[in-house]
């Protein structure tokens, strides 16, 4: 059975979808076949770090629209069994939908997160500019899917309450990462030596996008409430920004004079992700909306226990497998959450999400999709 995928972009420091495909890649190889189809420029470096095949048809301008999108489609779509668009509100999952509303090949709809009420209360005028294209547009991509995959029931039962002119075939995959691939005594080596001066540290790890919907605010607050219990306490803030939102916070932890005390090492991969995952205590994230959080995972794939808001949607999970602490996103909930960890010693307690033994797509991905 071979796959296609369609996202806007590879960019892995756009979030998370990306990643999620290499994961479903590597859990199902040997019995599926993958491959990507994007409207990245053909000459992106990113490109080469993906591990599939890709098809990158060029940028688009408004909304990212791209001529060669609808015949790239039209050509090759009978390569494939099965296509999964990824996201929403960009011209990739509409003008893909133009060619699969015709065709007799299904395709599942990923919103990763893009249907959550909370961009609807945060940015109202947003919404209701996306009102105005919802009924012509996105909500056509998700009405003629096959299915419409959320990565757990928190996800789904939320993108009810976007728009209120909403119907779709609804399905929950769970997904997961297949863990780490390198040593990670070596990787933390390494990691620690690329950055001395957090050796012997109390490392409390944030990794993900510098982005307002993280709760980084929350965290530096919170942080600076909590820093004085212990000198040797660190929070490190890996991750990639695009909105200048870092230069806010670095000024934050200036004004609560913690700046000694908080690392910005930008964007890691690779081994050296997987070595700051290994040097840390534990991770945190006070996000506002995270459908998933790949990070969250990764994480507890290398036992490091989580502590997250409960808008991380799957945060039940996480609490009913005792893998970390939940507080509300906002500061008191953020500042109580840190302040439980420090209290109790709880590496021990995490497990794991690993893909090996996740249900991803349960019977999408076999004949009953033909």
């Known amino acids: 059975m071979k796959i296609l995928h369609a996202i806007q972009s590879t960019d892995p420091s756009r979030g998370g979808p990306v990643e999620g495909i290499t994961q479903i890649a590597l859990a199902t190889r040997g019995r599926l076949e993958h491959e990507v189809l994007s409207l990245d420029p053909p000459n992106a470096p990113y490109l080469q770090l993906t591990q599939l095949p890709v098809s990158a048809l060029g940028p688009g301008s408004v909304l990212g629209y791209s001529p060669a999108l609808v015949p790239w489609l039209r050509q090759n779509l009978d390569r494939f069994d099965l296509v999964v668009i990824h996201g929403l509100w960009r011209y990739i999952s509409f ?96 990691f620690l030596a690329t950055y001395p001066s957090l050796r012997d540290k109390r490392i409390l790890l944030f990794l993900g996008r510098i982005h307002e919907k993280k709760g980084c605010d929350l965290l530096i607050q919170a942080f600076a409430e909590v820093a004085e219990r212990d000198s040797k306490l660190q929070l490190v803030m890996v991750g990639p920004c ?31 992700k997987w ?87 349960p019977g999408m991905l076999s004949g009953e999709m033909k």
């Open 242 to 272: 695009h909105d200048g939102l870092d230069h806010d916070l670095r000024a934050l932890a200036s004004h609560f004079d913690i700046s000694r005390q908080v690392a910005w090492p930008g964007m890691l991969s690779g081994e050296m």
């Open 275 to 361: 070595g700051a995952f290994a040097a840390a205590e534990a991770f945190v994230l006070p996000s506002h909306q995270e459908n998933f959080g790949i990070a969250v995972a990764e994480a507890l794939s290398c036992s490091l226990p989580v502590l997250i808001s409960n808008k991380v949607q799957i945060w039940r999970e996480i609490e009913q497998d005792r893998a970390g602490l939940i507080g509300d996103d906002t500061f008191t909930g953020t500042k109580d959450v840190l302040s439980r960890w420090l209290d109790h010693d709880l590496r021990a307690l995490a497990s794991h999400f690993d893909i090996s033994r996740q249900v991803a797509w």
């Open 95 to 190: 003008g893909t939908w133009r060619v699969m509303r015709g065709s007799s090949t299904p395709y599942l709809v990923m919103p990763h997160g893009m249907l959550d009420p909370w961009f609807k209360e945060r940015y109202p005028y947003k919404h209701v500019k996306k009102w105005m294209f919802w009924p012509w547009t996105e909500y056509r991509v998700l009405r003629d899917a096959k299915a419409v995959v959320f990565t757990c029931d928190e996800e789904r039962r939320l993108a009810r309450k976007s728009f209120w002119l909403y119907r779709c075939n609804e399905r929950v995959g769970t997904v997961g990462i297949s863990g780490p691939n390198v040593d990670l005594a070596q990787a933390r080596e390494c």
